[in-house]
């Protein structure tokens, strides 16, 4: 065998190497995004704890979780509703809550309105569209 023969096949397997080691990081972090549009403490309920699930199996360190809300679920989102503690209770737990602000302009709902530490987007159904892109699973209770 010459060197530069050598030398590929040492390039190579550095390469392939290389991707394993991608490879398993993509493995190793898992990213969900779960839909709620409604306005039912019930669905809330069964998607927090689906959500609180995923990080106890995964770990909840390896899981990057984001609930979208819009339309009639939105109505949680406010300050006093049914499921306002456990989502304050989630937001502490690396799970990121957001807001359409589409909804909240056609239900006038302002951010004073809203639980605090929540996120927004511009529209919730985009946001589920660009999360599903960027290789999130997606899960609608």
Not at 16 to 23: K, N, Q, R, V
Not at 45 to 62: I, P
Request: charged share 20%.
């Amino acid at each position: 065998m010459n060197v530069q023969n050598k030398g590929s096949r040492w390039t190579a397997l550095a390469v392939f190497g290389a991707a394993m080691l991608i490879s398993g990081a993509a493995w190793a972090q898992s990213k969900v995004v779960f839909q709620v549009s409604d306005n039912d403490p019930m669905k809330w309920n069964l998607t927090l704890n689906n959500v609180r699930n995923v990080q106890s199996d995964l770990g909840e360190d390896k899981v990057t979780a984001e609930i979208v809300v819009y339309g009639p679920g939105i109505g949680m989102l406010k300050a006093g509703s049914p499921v306002a503690q456990r989502v304050a209770d989630a937001l502490g737990k690396n799970v990121k809550v957001v807001a359409c602000e589409n909804t909240m302009k056609a239900q006038k709902l302002t951010y004073d309105d809203m639980l605090p530490k929540i996120g927004y987007v511009p529209a919730g159904v985009v946001e589920l569209i660009q999360r599903q892109g960027d290789g999130y699973a997606y899960i609608k209770p």
